[in-house]
């Protein structure tokens, strides 16, 4: 029985076609410059004791070593698409599901190292139709003993055992409600939740981030950010009293984490992030959304 949060999905959809026992899983990654860490993602896949799964690399016109990488990869079945000009993950996922022949989508990144039975556990829902598409409950660090991916955090990404992002999904229903919408930037991975109300069925399992790990990574990710936010007014409105906000947000991460280090990083770390977002911000209203 699917989840009563998406009958009005399956009300809009009709009916689902039946499954085979073992229906293949086409995985997606996108990848823009991710040089350092597409290669534990590309290996943590092709370990996973669920079979058969089709492994697609799509390349959001990186400037880096990534395409490289990749292409290393092809003798073990990896397939590699690659974008001319950079869109952002949602156009890199279209890319890859235009290009994927599963009964089963999974769209994800490539910062990831994915436990061996992550796809195995985020199917189990959907083969016994409890639901149509599915989402990790939880992202540990990676990299956690990098000072500046500890002060990022473990990522949440449901709320309440629902998601309002998905890695695993049916492909009629992703071909009948998406495909995703790079316009909305950072948040394209929610284009179905805004259009549609899909939400996912969150899924206890093994997954670990790279957190963005140096200034830099931050402060672009940040303006990422920034230049996605619908209300960019907000983020500048707060700029009198960013302090207070900066105090907030550090004194409510050390009490989640009580690191030493973070009493003098986390001031200036989220000071730092404060303002990338209100670069992105003044991007935003610019008209510059990419």
């Given amino acids: 029985m699917v989840a009563i949060q998406n009958e009005n999905i399956l009300t809009k959809l009709g009916s689902l076609k039946k499954l085979p026992k073992r229906p293949m899983v086409s995985v997606v990654i996108a990848a823009y410059n991710e040089e350092k860490y597409i290669s534990h993602a590309i290996e943590s896949l092709l370990k996973q004791t669920y079979k058969p799964i089709e492994l697609i690399v799509a390349n959001d016109a990186s400037t880096d070593k990534t ?15 690659n974008n001319e000009k950079r869109g952002g993950p949602g156009s890199a996922y279209n890319l890859g599901w235009r290009n994927s022949k599963g009964q089963i ?36 660090i ?7 991916a500890r002060a990022f955090g473990k990522r949440i990404t449901t709320k309440n055992g629902r998601g309002e992002i998905f890695t695993l999904i049916r492909r009629e229903v992703f071909e009948k409600f998406g495909p995703f919408d790079p316009n909305l930037g950072y948040a394209d991975d929610k284009t179905l939740f805004f259009n549609h109300g899909l939400t996912s069925f969150g899924v206890d399992t093994e997954i670990s981030h790279f957190n963005p790990d140096t200034f830099n990574a931050h402060w672009g990710h940040g303006k990422w950010v920034g230049r996605s936010n619908p209300r960019p007014f907000r983020t500048i409105t707060i700029f009198p009293i960013f302090p207070l ?37 003044i991007q935003r209203i610019g008209g510059f959304k990419n």
């Fill in 142 to 148: 990676a990299n956690f003993s990098n000072l500046w």
């Fill in 245 to 281: 906000y900066v105090a907030y947000k550090s004194v409510n991460q050390f009490v989640k984490d009580p690191y030493p280090p973070f009493i003098y990083f986390l001031p200036f770390y989220n000071t730092i992030k404060y303002f990338a977002y209100f670069v992105g911000a």
């Fill in 67 to 81: 395409l490289e990488i990749v292409k290393k990869y092809k003798n073990k079945g990896v397939k590699l698409f």
């Fill in 105 to 140: 989508l999974m769209f994800f990144d490539s910062d990831h190292i994915y436990g061996e039975n992550y796809i195995a556990d985020l199917l189990t829902p959907i083969l016994k139709e409890e639901d149509v598409c599915t989402m990790h409950n939880m992202e540990k």
